[in-house]
């Protein structure tokens, strides 16, 4: 019998569910089940579809990987000592981003990064109490025996941006340890910003960085998302109500950010592994590489997102017939060129890996990734990479995209005064049920890609000495990555087709068509 410790998606789901977490949406409690409500359904399904790949026996050598005691477990939690770890790693990390087209940024490979690189810095942590060590490495194995997802949060509540500010006396805003008992720290405060909040099974709190922070601010514990004290409070999601047919991305993708609002919370000692110790607190980042294996996962998946994007681009341009043209080729190779040049830069960092620290055998070359900027000039030039990709897809779509119906409209609408239906076809002939045109449709019309992700935009804060922020605030993700075993350029738009066809978020649409009573429902 095979042993393992992955777990497949109907018992993620199961778990979230049951875990009765205290998430707030729309001035409104979230009660029964998470799964259920229209704002999570989406993404929480599509979280459990890639928990399933890893049982998938054509997948699970890439996504899984064998743990010292025999099990099988996924590969985000996998240590690397050689170069071929690395590549497992990015491997992993690019089949789970292909089942989403890139556009889940925390998806569970990316914290389980985060969970592993603290642990294998346990000493580190032990400098500062050898207990620290033993509660890190608690962690790492909690997760990686229960394949546990996680939320975090690393920056404090933008009340006040100065580098001289401090909380008057009172009640806290950013959270902070009001005291301590026998049996751990209580917190009260708040802290921003927890994507993912409340659908995972534990948060994940790191310091928020800056040099003027008091004792009472310097901590980094795991606690379950439903203890006791702890509220999310998400933002609008862009999901609920969307139909799969007209919103296919924003419908299934979108990771809701949420503020966490910790009300004397207590955090047991044995879940803290960082406490009051401000040299821990400045060169955490530093001395446990959290953040460039963080960016290896990172890079990894906006390559696949940047492969979804050109492929989408190609099928538009196919099928409204614009591939001929001489601006539309430019743009579409602004996009080939941005990906070749991330491809370009992962391999070299993965093959020009070194080993770093006694409990960091081997990790990614940094030295590749300041060069995007000069590499990537048509994109970094403007706001991201992700809104020149959206620009070239709506320049190509123009009008076309900016006026597709609803599926409802596209479908149903219009009927001349005999009762028959004429109208309703006019749309279909025209295009608008093509599945190609509504992704680009969602991607241009939608908020959801404005949230979903930029490349320069998180990377060039993270470039800068120190990996700190104008504000002081230490940068611990969202940092970007490459591949060996890149598909051919010419094949981009096969990949793009393949995802439309394997993911089958478009098969509901065949549904809709014959009860549309169903639209806008989560089952869509």
């Not at 709506?394 to 004429?422: K, M």
């Not at 309703?424 to 969602?442: K, Q, T, V």
Request: hydrophobic share 40%; with cysteine; aromatic share 10%.
């Amino acid at each position: 019998m095979i042993m393992m410790a992955i777990i497949r998606g109907d018992q993620y789901i199961e778990r979230i569910d049951n875990l009765q977490s205290n998430i707030w949406i729309n001035g409104q409690q979230v009660r029964g089940k998470l799964s259920e409500h229209p704002a999570f359904a989406g993404v929480i399904r599509s979280q459990a579809r890639l928990y399933d790949a890893q049982h998938n026996p054509n997948k699970q050598p890439v996504l899984t990987f064998r743990t010292s005691t025999g099990e099988l477990a996924g590969a985000a939690f996998l240590r690397p000592t050689t170069k071929d770890d690395l590549e497992h790693r990015r491997l992993a990390f690019q089949e789970w981003a292909r089942l989403t087209a890139g556009m889940m940024g925390r998806s569970p490979d990316y914290m389980n990064t985060a969970v592993m690189a603290l642990a294998s810095a346990a000493d580190f942590f032990g400098q500062q109490h050898p207990s620290y060590a033993e509660h890190i490495e608690r962690l790492y194995e909690r997760a990686i025996n229960n394949d546990l997802s996680f939320t975090h949060t690393f920056v404090n509540p933008q009340v006040n941006r100065s580098l001289g500010y401090m909380e008057e006396d009172g009640e806290p805003i950013a959270a902070k340890v009001i005291r301590e008992t026998t049996d751990g720290l209580v917190i009260k405060g708040a802290r921003l910003l927890a994507t993912q909040g409340g659908m995972t099974d534990e948060l994940l709190i790191l310091p928020a960085g800056g040099t003027l922070l008091g004792d009472e601010y310097m901590y980094a514990f795991s606690i379950p998302s439903n203890t006791p004290g702890l509220k999310f409070i998400c933002r609008p999601s862009f999901a609920a109500g969307a139909s799969s047919f007209d919103a296919p991305l924003s419908a299934h993708f979108d990771e809701i950010d949420a503020i966490v609002v910790f009300d004397d919370v207590l955090v047991p000692w044995d879940r803290v592994f960082f406490y009051k110790d401000a040299w821990v607190a400045k060169e955490l980042d530093e001395e446990t590489h959290l953040a460039i294996m963080l960016l290896h996962q990172v890079l990894a998946r906006r390559i696949v997102k940047t492969e979804f994007f050109l492929g989408t681009v190609e099928l538009l341009s196919e099928a409204i017939q614009i591939g001929g043209y001489q601006h539309v080729q430019e743009k579409i190779g602004e996009i080939a060129a941005a990906l070749e040049a991330l491809r370009a830069m992962l391999l070299a960092a993965e093959l020009q890996a070194t080993g770093a620290t006694p409990w960091c055998p081997i990790l990614p070359r940094f030295t590749p990734l300041p060069f995007i900027p000069a590499l990537v000039p048509a994109f970094c030039r403007h706001r991201s990479a992700a809104w020149r990709q959206r620009a070239c897809l709506s320049a190509n779509g123009s009008g076309f995209l900016l006026s597709a119906p609803t599926g409802f409209g596209a479908v149903f609408a219009g009927s001349d005064a005999s009762g028959r239906t004429a109208g309703a076809a006019i749309p279909l002939r025209l295009g608008f049920g093509d599945e190609r045109l509504r992704d680009a449709a969602d991607a241009v019309r939608t908020v959801f890609l404005r949230r979903s992700g930029p490349v320069c935009d998180n990377l060039l804060p993270s470039l800068r000495p120190g990996g700190m922020r104008p504000n002081g605030a230490t940068v611990f993700g969202q940092r970007t990555t490459l591949t060996k075993r890149q598909p051919t350029p010419h094949r981009t738009g096969i990949n793009a087709r393949l995802f439309f066809k394997e993911a089958g978020y478009h098969q509901a649409f065949r549904l809709e068509k014959r009860c549309p009573a169903s639209f806008g429902t989560p089952s869509c």
